[in-house]
């Protein structure tokens, strides 16, 4: 590569192939595709919280409707495929990468064909996982960890607070912090805005060069801290390193397996930079037990009054039971891709041990080139190697100093060969 220009037969075709699946993934917008209007809000705070409108297949294409042909779009991704094998040949490690995001695209399709009809839970437990997915044999589940967390925090409830979970600053104030904070962070960005927004379910989402934070909220110093690194330093850093691929554009876009590398990433950043607290725990492991009861069967109501008994307001308990039941029907199963946050988290935890344990500590930086997938880290290491993708630029200081990590990770490999249960007998003294 010179000044920029894309050289030899190889990196052209990756090139070009990687731009056809950003063009072709443009139009498809999953959680715009899957939300419900402000009226069935509206409907539901002045039936007291009682009942709903008709949410159904109809409602969905009424309401929200697609705005591309489904077939003609899986057509085109099924194209882009042929292209692949056809340029790359079968046993290409990019090109591999890039037929599963074909294929994730094309069920992320299925799954908004599917909207409002049991389908859309089986397709959206095939991309985002259910909450009795066992890790390994044997292992617990994250319906176990939901559990564990919740008796945990039940017993320091009220005994960690501190002035920094009082919800005292305006969603204007936290968009004018965070504004100077990615600021420093991003320095070399000009185009990076923070804004309000009152068309977002969560208090905060990051675009493609915007943070939106949801209007007329108050919010705490630790949640503007988690919205600067969850928001910006992961999902709009890794944004910015896979739009600034010369190559390999594709990593700028993130099909679903993404997803829970990403959101993983993003709460393992928190914990790292000491930025999580329990009440944010607490929220992350309440979504598990949400979907988990809607899997077993609850309706909007059940989840809506599982919130409430967790001293949630009807407002904030409405929107974390609609995160749960959109694209599906207040009757049906859950849309689980809240899973992803715990989940990631635990693979790429885990990934990271193992990666100090086997001395491929080099790849972790790896994981903010883009909109990654752990499994393809390997690959990634190679297409490094090979100068067919560059580092990634903004990379949190935690991550970045591998050397920190690594001295963590070997201590975590020993942690976890202990037996907790025998501790705490032996520790019975010291506890009482």
């Known amino acids: 590569m010179a000044n920029g220009e894309i050289v030899g037969e190889y990196e052209q075709a990756v090139h070009e192939l990687s731009e056809r ?64 094998r056809r340029k790359l040949g079968q046993y290409s490690g990019v090109g591999s990468i890039m037929q599963r995001m074909c294929y994730e695209y094309c069920r992320v399709i299925d799954l908004l064909e599917a909207r409002g009809t049991p389908r859309f839970t089986e397709i959206s437990q095939e991309l985002y996982g259910s909450s009795e997915d066992a890790f390994h044999v044997g292992a617990p589940t994250l319906k176990d960890l939901a559990t564990l967390v919740t008796n945990t925090l039940s017993k320091i409830k009220d005994k960690v607070n501190t002035e920094d979970d009082i919800p005292r600053f305006t969603s204007e104030e936290a968009v004018a912090q965070l504004s100077e904070r990615l600021a420093g962070y991003f320095s070399d960005q000009d185009n990076i805005r923070v804004e309000l927004s009152d068309g977002i379910i969560a208090d905060a989402a990051a675009g493609a060069d915007r943070i939106k934070i949801h209007d ?117 199963g859950p849309y689980t891709k809240d899973l992803s946050y715990s989940k990631g988290f635990i693979l790429i935890y885990n990934f990271m041990r193992l990666a100090v344990q086997r001395g491929l500590v080099k790849r972790i930086p790896l994981l903010f080139v883009g909109k990654t997938t752990l499994e393809d880290l390997h690959i990634l290491s190679d297409l490094l190697d090979e100068g067919i993708i560059t580092p990634p630029k903004y990379v949190p200081p935690q991550f970045a100093d591998i050397a920190a990590v690594s001295a963590w990770m070997v201590y975590s490999l020993f942690l976890n060969r202990l037996d907790l249960r025998r501790l705490a007998l032996d520790f019975k003294g010291i506890l009482q």
């Open 21 to 84: 699946i950003v063009t072709a993934q443009k139009p498809i917008r999953i959680l715009d595709a899957l939300k419900w209007d402000p009226g069935v809000e509206e409907f539901f705070r002045n039936s007291k919280y009682k009942k709903l409108p008709v949410i159904d297949r109809e409602y969905y294409q009424k309401k929200n409707p697609l705005s591309f042909d489904p077939e003609k779009k899986k057509e085109e991704f099924h194209d882009i495929d042929r292209s692949i």
């Open 216 to 332: 007329g909220l108050k919010f705490s110093a630790r949640e503007i801290r988690t919205f600067e690194i969850h928001e910006g330093w992961v999902h709009l850093g890794t944004t910015l390193n896979g739009m600034a691929q010369p190559i390999c554009t594709f990593l700028s876009k993130g099909p679903p397996s993404s997803t829970v590398t990403q959101e993983g990433l993003a709460i393992i950043t928190e914990i790292f930079t000491f930025s999580s607290y329990p009440g944010r725990v607490r929220r992350l492991t309440n979504r598990i037990s949400a979907v988990n009861m809607a899997e077993e069967g609850a309706n909007f109501f059940d989840v809506f009054q599982f919130y409430r008994d967790q001293g949630m307001a009807e407002d904030d308990s409405y929107q974390s039971t609609v995160r749960v039941f959109r694209g599906s029907t207040p009757e049906g």
